[in-house]
């Protein structure tokens, strides 16, 4: 099945569950996930790091001086970020806790406990997240952005996500937003589809909220 196809079936199921997702992907239309399947887990969780707090824009930014650093141009490797001068990265405009984050990645890339692409996708959910938030900085929501946007992954609610609790509130036009655990029962409903769910309550229109 194609990620488009896997994608319909996933909003068929979610439309059948209520009138107000019925009604919400109605007006949003087709899920249209950007998935960068081909970054290894190394260059997904470093550019998860750099991006933390900032807008696409300005991310985006750092990202390509970033990039200048390197000889070829290119992404850096593990080895070039595993021994980069501090100072280099900070000109960069990266702060010295992401900086440490970062290098932590590369060095953990190069000791084999973030695993390469082939190795990840063999792993359980759970299991990559256990292994991945041992490294500092690196926490939950970011392997499950690693999950969703590189790995693929078709069943990921990541709850501490504010924009999803933000979804969730205006879809049923709640007075507050829920809480991860009360997120995470309710999502149970949405298995084994709660990615897709998620990138439709990360675009939950704000006239929802009414």
Do not use: N
Request: one cysteine or more; a neutral charge; proline letters at 5%.
């Amino acid at each position: 099945m194609t990620a488009s196809a896997s994608h319909a079936t996933s909003a068929a199921f979610l439309t059948a569950l209520d009138a107000d997702w019925a009604q919400a992907i109605a007006r949003i239309g087709p899920c249209r996930l950007d998935i960068r399947a081909a970054r290894e887990p190394f260059e997904a969780l470093t550019r998860a790091v750099a991006y933390q707090q900032l807008s696409t824009r300005v991310g985006d930014v750092l990202i390509g001086r970033l990039k200048a650093l390197s000889p070829d141009g290119d992404f850096p490797t593990p080895d070039y970020m595993a021994g980069a001068r501090f100072e280099d990265l900070r000109a960069c405009g990266f702060s010295a806790r992401k900086i440490g984050t970062m290098q932590a990645i590369a060095s953990a890339t190069l000791s084999g406990l973030v695993p390469t692409r082939s190795e990840a996708l063999d792993m359980d959910d759970e299991a990559l997240i256990a292994r991945l938030i041992t490294l500092k900085g690196i926490g939950r929501w970011t392997v499950e952005m690693l999950l969703i946007f590189t790995l693929e992954r078709t069943d990921i609610l990541p709850v501490d996500d504010m924009g999803v609790q933000e979804g969730y509130r205006r879809l049923k036009r709640l007075a507050v937003r829920p809480k991860p655990a009360q997120l995470r029962l309710i999502g149970q409903d949405w298995a084994p589809h709660r990615t897709v769910a998620s990138w439709y309550l990360w675009r939950m229109p704000a006239d929802r909220a009414d």
